[in-house]
Structure formats: C-alpha cells, structure tokens
C-alpha cells in the first residue's frame, strides 16, 4: 500500500506539469503546435491511466490489507478497530475512497471517448479537469501512506462498545458487511457502480449533441453507459436475495 501510494504521488506530479502545460497553451498555438501538444496529451493520458488504475487496486488492497491487520491489533474484533487504531488518518481515507470512484470514472469515461475522436477535441477539458482532480489523488495516495504509519498494536476498543443496544446504530457495519452477511459487498458494489455509470453517463450526454466524432462516439459511450448501469443493478439485484438470507440463517 505504501509503495502504490508514493508511486501514484510520483506519477501524478509528473502528469501535472504536461497537463498544465498543455491547457495554458492550447488556446493560442498554431496547428504544428497542437499537433504536438495532442501527442504529450496522450503520454499524458497513459500516465493517468496507469495512475487511476493502481488507485482503483489500491482500493481492493485497501479492505484486504485492514482485514489482515485485524488479528494483530489488540481488541480489534473487525475494520472498526483497525480505524480505531490508524485514527484520525484511516477515517478520512475511507471516506475519499468511498466516493472517489465517481470522479475516477468520469475521467476515463472522457478520455476513451476523446481517444477515439480526430483531433482529440476534449484535451482541454480533460487536462483542466486533471488539475482539478489531481488534489484528489494525491491526498488518496498521500492518506494511505499516513494510515499505515500511524497504525501500531495499541489496544482499541471492541466494536461492541461503540454499537451497544445504547447506541443510535446497534450493528457495527464492518461486521455486519464483511462478517455476517458478506454478500451485502456484491450487492453495494452493484448498486453503486449502477450508480456511479449511471452519473458518468450524464456527464457524457452533454456531448451526445455536438457536431462530428464527438457527437457520434458520446451517443455510443451513452448507450454503453446506460447498458453497464442496468446490468449492475441487475447484478445488485440477485446478490441481494443471498444476502437476505445470510441475515435471516443464524450464526453457527
């Protein structure tokens, strides 16, 4: 994890120097000049996309990682614990990484468009875009790297404690997902990528109406959007009947 995230910050600051480079300039360059700038473009565009995708492992890693931390915190009976452990840094991360997603897929969802257009018409967009993500990034990375610094094997307080019959949530949720009912991670992750295509489908429809390439290929990414998000619903949907009766079967 640590190495994936000083990776990451590496890469990302050296995609941010071409990005700014080529919005700053694009507007007022001749077409010797474009043609140049579209080709750093696309060195660029590998690079975050080699970002992006170790991000999106880093997120996997991520709950395997805390999972297999759990036995060597004192006290920690789940992930509750292992946040306990790694706070303040390990709460904040999880919540970036809960809805960071969106904003990996709305780039990428761009960029296979604009790839597959003459003239790379969203190199713009998708350069501003990057430096306004990029923050993003580099705080995700930079999150995972002071998490697993700041985790040691103090004791913690059981789960148990914090989601007592006093409390307001009586069923820890990392328990509930992870231990009790794992399927429920199909049904989220079905849901929520339902979701998330869903948004990048709105996103791209914008461009469904412009002239050309881009008019074409943004009708075709649209329809591809809409038949992703419909089949994780459905996927969503199925896990959800297992799920329900991993709830109802009583713990052996």
């Not at 080529?22 to 750093?40: D, F, M, Q, S």
């Not at 170790?54 to 614990?81: F, K």
């Not at 761009?110 to 969203?122: E, M, T, Y």
């Amino acid at each position: 994890m640590v190495i994936l995230g000083f990776f990451a910050i590496a890469l990302t600051a050296y995609a941010a120097t071409k990005a700014w480079r080529i919005a700053r300039r694009l507007r007022t360059v001749t077409l010797e000049e474009r043609y140049v700038l579209e080709k750093g473009f696309y060195l660029v565009s590998t690079v975050v996309w080699v970002v992006l995708v170790s991000r999106i492992v880093a997120m996997v890693l991520y709950w395997v990682a805390n999972e297999s931390l759990i036995p060597l915190v004192p006290g920690a009976m789940c992930q509750w614990g292992i946040h306990q452990a790694g706070y303040p840094f390990s709460w904040v991360d999880t919540g970036l990484k809960s809805g960071i997603v969106f904003v990996y897929g709305m780039w990428l969802s761009l960029d296979l468009i604009n790839r597959r257009c003459k003239g790379a018409p969203l190199m713009d967009v998708l350069s501003k875009t990057f430096l306004l993500f990029m923050p993003l990034l580099v705080a995700d990375s930079a999150l995972d790297i002071a998490f697993y610094f700041r985790v040691e094997p103090v004791a913690v307080p059981c789960c148990r404690v914090a989601f007592s019959l006093e409390s307001l949530l009586h069923i820890c949720p990392f328990c509930f997902v992870f231990h009790d009912a794992p399927m429920f991670i199909a049904v989220v992750a079905g849901y929520g990528l339902s979701i998330a295509t869903a948004i990048w489908g709105a996103v791209v429809k914008r461009y469904a109406d412009k002239p050309g390439d881009l008019g074409e290929v943004s009708t075709k990414a649209l329809s591809i959007l809409a038949t992703l998000s419909l089949g994780f619903a459905v996927i969503g949907t199925i896990a959800l009947v297992p799920a329900i009766f991993q709830i109802l079967t009583p713990i052996t």
